[in-house]
């Protein structure tokens, strides 16, 4: 078994004073200013300069990080709003010219080429990528993405309903979702999709702006659309956009008669004709929804349990993060919705976010963002930040590697067998249901971007198009088309980061690849884990897998093999 520790320290600076904290734009550039004349005459010189390359490249993006975690905890606050808006407008433009001559600094350098080749390959690569990307042009463009993304964030915290006289954010709204009355779910189901509309327009016209901006950019920088740019800007060495095209038509023909097959399950199961979208989270009458928490609080102790029967390290890093109060958990009003792990580079405990309901998605949630917290204290301890900036694909690997790993764990919220296995099968349910929804918002994007100056009509007839392609024959949406339209509002990823999915269906990939291993050897499995995480972004994503016990594919016929795995797997 790996032995790790949770007992995290935050680095200690060497180049910046201890105290420093950033404020201004004058008091941060003299740092600036010196890496970039300082001589440089040996190897030995070389790597202290790229520490203290990296020490200021944590101070900064941790300032920035916890900027927008205070903002997005409390949406309704202007000052911490405008804290947020003032670094992206008045001190980030300033650091992007100065990174960019760092970078060439670093790649001219004489003993650039002494440095060990297996250790710095991927971060060099990275670097020629961020010069062959940069235009002084952009930044101002930057800075406006930086601030328009998060208004997002503000719009949907705001969103509220009432249910019995009582007020409820449409996280909290959800449980009721899961009411054995049918008539309560569809009008909770209404209300929710009626309060979305209310701001649909808004949210057109903001996603709009971003769209045209972000096609700027990737004109500013020689390509001819944002999505051709953003595959090289997020380092996409490995696969491309045929690849993706492949995993859609897999989803498609492989993964959509499963989801067919748990749906008509479910209509038997509730004994229903036709199934409605307002039907799929419920259970028969007489079964109540699984509750397995009643506050954060719970939700945190819980957890811990579950990760300390897992490996004790796991339960370690919650309760280190409890230590740092690095978490916020409770759904409320003026909270940003969504949830996320916050990795902080010079403390290295991260910070987990989220909207927690005491529903049973929020246990997943929890374990999903305790995968990512798991992922941040385990690439800690490498030399530079930018050995942490591991690829997304492999980040969510381990995030959703852990919902698995946990469900065995999970009578830790459950004190009921037939509750637990509930637990379960919907678990493996979602992790086969999910997938059309990953490759319908993946095409879209696709398409979005290869479109920029598209009208709001076609953009609707588009997602339609492509949301009827994916959507099981199952489910009977007559009636609510205008719901359906604008369904592709309520991923926050579309505003905040673009092009940031696929990775969440390449991933589940690799996580059902990690839970068959778990089943046949779990202290193996385990260590492959903790081993890849290790890791963070030094080595190439194919080499992450393998390291992992993994095979880095996502083709239509890996696609058919695990997922009929999965539906083995699932009660029948």
């Known amino acids: 078994m790996i032995n790790a520790s949770a007992d995290i320290r935050k680095i200690e600076r060497h180049f910046l004073p201890a105290d420093f ?4 734009w004058d008091k941060l550039e003299p740092y600036f200013k010196e890496l970039a004349e300082r001589p440089i005459g040996s190897k030995a010189a070389l790597e202290k300069w790229l520490k203290d390359c990296s020490e200021l490249e944590a101070v900064s993006s941790e300032d920035a990080c916890w900027r927008q975690v205070r903002m997005t905890c409390n949406t309704e606050s202007p000052e911490l709003r405008d804290a947020f808006n003032y670094f992206y407008t008045d001190i980030q433009p300033h650091m992007q010219p100065y990174v960019d001559i760092l970078n060439k600094k670093l790649v001219n350098c004489a003993y650039t080429e002494e440095l060990d080749k297996d250790k710095y390959f991927t971060y060099l690569r990275a670097v020629k990528k961020n010069i062959e990307l940069f235009r002084e042009e952009s930044i101002p463009l930057f800075s406006e993405l930086n601030v328009m993304q998060q208004q997002y964030g503000a719009i949907a915290g705001k969103m509220t309903i009432d249910v019995d006289g009582r007020e409820y954010t449409l996280q909290q709204a959800s449980k009721f979702l899961e009411n054995p009355d049918r008539t309560v ?3 909770v189901h209404r209300k929710i999709n009626e309060r979305r509309l209310q701001d649909k327009d808004a949210l057109n016209d903001l996603f709009t702006q971003l769209v045209q901006k972000r096609h700027q950019v990737a004109l500013n920088a020689g390509f001819s659309n944002y999505r051709d740019y953003i595959f090289v800007d997020k380092g996409r060495f490995d696969y491309t956009k045929e690849d993706c095209f492949d995993f859609h038509e897999g989803v498609k023909k492989y993964v959509l008669p499963l989801v067919d097959i748990i749906n008509r399950k479910k209509k038997k199961k509730l004994g229903l004709d036709p199934l409605k979208p307002w039907d799929t989270e419920a259970e028969p009458e007489g079964v109540k929804p699984l509750t397995p928490f009643k506050d954060g ?6 957890s811990i349990e579950c990760f300390n029967r897992l490996r004790p390290f796991f339960a370690d890093c919650l309760r280190k ?5 690095h978490l916020d958990l409770d759904s409320r009003k003026g909270k940003a919705p969504g949830g996320y792990n916050m990795p902080l580079s010079e403390s290295g405990a991260p910070f987990i976010f989220m909207n927690a309901a ?9 374990v999903h963002e305790g995968g990512h917290a798991i992922h941040s204290f385990l690439s800690h301890p490498l030399e530079l930040a930018s050995f942490k900036e591991y690829p997304i694909e492999m980040a969510e690997v381990a995030s959703m590697s852990m919902e698995l790993f946990s469900m065995n764990y999970w009578d830790s919220f459950f004190d009921n067998a037939n509750d637990l296995a509930r637990a379960k099968e919907h678990q493996l349910e979602r992790v086969i249901t999910v997938m059309p929804w990953i490759a319908t918002i993946d095409k879209f994007q696709h398409w979005i971007y290869e479109n920029p100056f ?3 009509e076609e953009r609707t007839s588009k997602w339609m198009e492509i949301l009827q392609e994916f959507s099981s024959t199952e489910i009977d949406f007559n009636g609510l088309e205008n719901y359906r339209q604008s369904a592709w509002q309520r991923q926050l990823h579309l505003f905040e980061v673009p092009f940031y999915y696929i990775e969440y269906g390449i991933a589940q990939l690799g996580a059902i690849g990690m839970w068959k291993q778990f089943k046949e050897n779990k202290e193996n499995a385990l260590d492959n884990y903790m081993k ?7 080595k190439t994503l194919p080499e992450l897998y393998k390291t992992a016990g ?14 009929e795995f999965v539906h083995t797997e699932m009660p029948a």
Not at 321 to 325: N, T
Not at 358 to 366: A, I, N, R, S
């Open 21 to 24: 904290q950033v404020t201004t």
């Open 185 to 187: 779910r569809e009008s």
């Open 297 to 302: 609080k719970e939700l945190l102790q819980k």
């Open 321 to 325: 993060m409890d230590e740092l109060k």
């Open 358 to 366: 005491g529903q049973m998605h929020d246990v997943t949630t929890m």
């Open 454 to 456: 598209h009208t709001a």
């Open 532 to 538: 890849a995480l290790s890791l963070g972004g030094t």
């Open 550 to 563: 993994l095979s880095f594919n996502f083709s239509p016929t890996y696609i058919k093999e695990l997922m």
